[in-house]
């Protein structure tokens, strides 16, 4: 099993504040032979006639000297689990997590901006001192 991001817990519990259920830590994504890992799997109630909506968040924390390093990882591995996701469960939406100094810096600059457009990257955005969400993209 993968070692879990520096901002496991904090961005679990900011997804319980608002409403959401963890039913999935982690989300084990079966893919051939192999398994992979997404961070947390969530439910939450939207209501008694429409049912739940389920997520599926992989949390990145860009600590390295090179944020456009680790926006690469990021999205090689969303692309990945996104790919397995949709065969394996369908229904449930893939989201990645970044923290807000990332977000401010590298998700806004072109770079990330356009892939966030071209390859459709929602987005949740955390303040680890706040330990909330931020905000939701899209």
Known sequence: MPQ???HHELVKAALVKEGWTITHDPYTLP????????DLGAERLIAAERGGERIAIEIKSFLRDSEV???EDALGQFVLYRSALRRHEPGRRLILAVPIDAFES???DDVGRDVVEDEKVPLLVFSPNEEVIAR???
């Open 106 to 108: 590298v998700w806004s």
């Open 31 to 38: 893919s051939g032979r192999r398994n992979l890992y997404v």
């Open 4 to 6: 879990r991001d520096r």
């Open 69 to 71: 390093a680790d926006l």
């Open 136 to 138: 939701w993209m899209p």
